[in-house]
T-cell receptor
Framework: KAGVTQTPRYLIKTRGQQVTLSCSPI?????VSWYQQTPGQGLQFLFE???????NKGNFPGRFSGRQFSNSRSEMNVSTLELGDSALYLC??????????????FGSGTRLTVV | AQSVSQHNHHVILSEAASLELGCNYS??????LFWYVQYPGQHLQLLLK??????LVKGIKGFEAEFIKSKFSFNLRKPSVQWSDTAEYFC??????????FGAGTRLAVHP
């Protein structure tokens, strides 16, 4: 089955602009999580959506937002971009195992550069 | 709140050496545990996971990890590393239906 697909792979934006990133999960997965990866801060959790509802949220400012559609595809939006938003943004698709736990498959990420 | 600590930020080994990467977490309840690997320029890949049952978990590429509940640890091991194991390794933890939290990562460099 197809993996987690993130688009676009690379983006260059100017400070103050906004950006929208897209994630298509593995077919049948209903949960999508977003992470920001930077050399200094590592992998930081942004938010998680399950069946179109935000289930968990990390400690990021309100400029970071997301949503999930009925087909489980998710988008995240960053408004008023700052230089510090330059990062690799990762999406993870999760399922529900027989133990009732979550497993996560990651996409290749979107590399955002803010200039 | 959950947190994950990886003891070594950088590890340098020669081929055929044994590897053990430490991971400790803080959370009092039931947890799911993961090790992910990120090869240079590639995306995160799942090495192994522990949900329940046998605390010794075997993963891909000869890796294994042992869950020791009393020590809140989930250390990753490999008896003999190869140059191709050069990568960054991340330990991650989540409580069921909760967010997945990552450690800071350990960069492993294996010299031929």
């Amino acid at each position: 089955k197809a993996g987690v697909t993130q688009t676009p792979r690379y983006l260059i934006k100017t400070r103050g602009q906004q950006v929208t990133l897209s994630c298509s999960p593995i077919s049948g997965h209903r949960s999508v999580s977003w992470y920001q990866q930077t050399p200094g801060q590592g992998l930081q959790f942004l938010f998680e959506y399950f069946s179109e509802t935000q289930r968990n949220k990390g400690n990021f400012p309100g400029r970071f937002s997301g949503r999930q559609f009925s087909n489980s595809r998710s988008e995240m939006n960053v408004s008023t971009l700052e230089l510090g938003d330059s990062a690799l943004y990762l999406c993870a698709s999760s399922f529900r195992s027989s133990e009732g736990a979550d497993g996560y498959t990651f996409g290749s990420g979107t590399r955002l550069t803010v200039v | 709140a959950q947190s994950v600590s990886q003891h070594n930020h950088h590890v340098i080994l020669s081929e055929a050496a044994s590897l053990e990467l430490g991971c400790n977490y803080s959370y009092g309840g039931t947890v799911n545990l993961f090790w992910y690997v990120q090869y240079p320029g590639q995306h995160l890949q799942l090495l192994l996971k522990y949900f329940s049952g046998d605390p010794l978990v075997k993963g891909i590429k000869g890796f294994e990890a042992e869950f020791i509940k009393s020590k809140f640890s989930f250390n990753l091991r490999k008896p003999s590393v190869q140059w191709s194991d050069t990568a960054e390794y991340f330990c991650a933890v989540n409580a069921p239906r909760n967010k997945l939290i990552f450690g800071a990562g350990t960069r492993l460099a294996v010299h031929p």
